[in-house]
């Protein structure tokens, strides 16, 4: 493989499930990133990892929880989901956190919730 | 915070140039970025500008500045494969990304 990839493509949840979405890279990279994709508003970060052992929260991090044990990987947990969540979900990585740093994104988890 | 701002929609003939306009106000700047998302899959880095003036990759341009917190990326020749939102996002002194809306380009035969 090669890049980011995310399990699963897409999932339906009934509310007050947890779920956790997977996210995996391969290319080494410091930093990763998990945001959500909603009609009309664009891409909003949920938590981010500048490198392995460290996490931060984003602009919408409730409801949400991630983990760092490594590099490559770094799952986001819903503990309890509502519709609200219903959502596309995207994880990306960059080699690092400087301002030039571009972000790779993976293919997505589209998350629906009832 | 920050505030990015640039249109919902734009439909453009192919063959033909279109410039799609980002304008932003935040507290710190590092950069802005350039994404093109086609329908259904992850975006995918276009471009990157953090000094003023006018970048040019192929049929893509992106012009920054930073004075007026605004840009726009211009797209040439336009190709049916140019059917897709593109997405203006900014770095602030976070070193995080604040993304817009999006915008989606329709082009016709």
């Known amino acids: 493989i090669a890049g980011i990839t995310q399990a699963p493509t897409s999932q339906i949840l009934a509310a007050g499930r947890r779920m956790t979405l997977r996210c995996t890279q391969d290319?080494?990279?410091?930093?990763m990133y998990w945001y959500r994709q909603d009609l009309g508003l664009g891409l909003r970060l949920i938590h981010y990892?500048?490198?392995?052992?460290?996490?931060g929260k984003g602009e919408v991090p409730d409801g949400y929880s991630v983990s760092r044990a490594n590099t490559d990987d770094f799952p986001l947990t819903l503990a309890s989901a509502v519709p609200s969540q219903t959502s596309v979900y995207f994880c990306?990585?960059?080699?690092?956190?400087?301002?030039?740093?571009?972000?790779?994104f993976g293919p997505g988890t589209r998350l629906t919730v009832l | 915070g920050q505030n990015i701002d640039q249109p919902t929609e734009m439909t453009a003939t192919e063959g033909a140039i279109v410039q799609i306009n980002c304008t932003y106000q935040?507290?710190?700047?590092?950069?802005l970025f350039w994404y093109q998302q086609h329908a259904g899959e992850a975006p995918t880095f276009l471009s990157y500008?953090?000094?003023?003036g006018l970048e040019e990759k192929g049929r893509f341009s992106s012009f920054l500045s930073r004075s007026k917190g605004y840009s726009y990326l211009l797209l040439k020749e336009l190709q049916m494969k140019d059917s897709a939102s593109y997405l203006c996002?900014?770095?602030?002194?976070?070193?995080?990304?604040?993304f817009g809306a999006g915008t989606t380009v329709t082009v016709r035969a």
């Open positions: 990892s500048n490198t392995a052992g460290t996490t």
């Open positions: 935040t507290s710190g700047f590092n950069g």
């Open positions: 990306a990585s960059s080699a690092g956190t400087a301002h030039t740093d571009t972000q790779y």
């Open positions: 996002a900014i770095t602030n002194n976070d070193y995080k990304l604040s």
């Open positions: 500008n953090v000094l003023d």
């Open positions: 290319m080494r990279h410091n930093a």
